[in-house]
T-cell receptor
């Protein structure tokens, strides 16, 4: 079974620039998550999709972050404009169902450095 | 909101010794508690999980215990090996609404050969 795929793996940008990350979840997984992991901390949920609908974006800084999951499969997360504090690893995860008691499988992450 | 505290932040043990990592959650309605291992530069991977209707679960050298009354759960690793060195994260899943995970802050485990 193929795992969660993410690209790019690394990105360096200057503050105020824009950046986009892409995630392809495990085939058939209904729920997709984007997390932000700042160095030395646990992952923090930014947004959660069930199929192509948003079910939780309470911690997404909506003035600069946006995400979409067209057709309920792939997803993109965008930051515009980036700030220094956005430097982090952005992890995508997916789970088969929607019960909350199912394993979340993580992708390798995109390491973002904002200069 | 839901909060998960994790201790210790770093833990060093001699190879062959046991390691224990503890987490406390705030929402008594939480009902699912996974543990993830994250090696340097790699993705978090599930190593064990426990549901609220179970008090203990074991899988070879790792075990997890849950005390619902005290709202805490612990990861136990016995006969530690150098390859156990990693950062370990606990999480609690809220049972209502969006069923999202709240992660602890992580424990960096070093197994000294």
């Amino acid at each position: 079974e193929a795992g969660v795929a993410q690209s790019p793996r690394y990105k360096i940008i200057e503050k105020r620039q824009s950046v986009a990350f892409w995630c392809n979840p495990i085939s058939g997984h209904a729920t997709l998550y984007w997390y932000q992991q700042i160095l030395g901390q646990g992952p923090k949920l930014l947004i959660q999709f069930q199929n192509n609908g948003v079910v939780d974006d309470s911690q997404l800084p909506k003035d600069r972050f946006s995400a979409e999951r067209l057709k309920g499969v792939d997803s993109t997360l965008k930051i515009q404009p980036a700030k220094l504090e956005d430097s982090a690893v952005y992890l995508c995860a997916s789970s088969l169902g929607t019960s909350g008691q199912e394993t979340q499988y993580f992708g390798p992450g995109t390491r973002l450095l904002v200069l | 909101g839901e909060n998960v505290e994790q201790h210790p932040s770093t833990l060093s043990v001699q190879e062959g010794d046991s390691a224990v990592i503890k987490c406390t959650y705030s929402d008594s309605a939480s009902n699912y508690f996974p543990w993830y291992k994250q090696e340097l530069g790699k993705r978090p991977q599930l190593i064990i999980d426990i549901r609220s209707n179970v008090g203990e679960k074991k899988d070879q050298r790792i075990a997890v215990t849950l005390n619902k009354t005290a709202k805490h759960f612990s990861l136990h690793i016995t006969e530690t090996q150098p390859e156990d060195s990693a950062v370990y994260f606990c999480a609690a899943s809220l049972p209502s609404g969006t069923y999202k995970y709240i992660f602890g802050t992580g424990t960096r485990l070093k197994v000294l050969a």
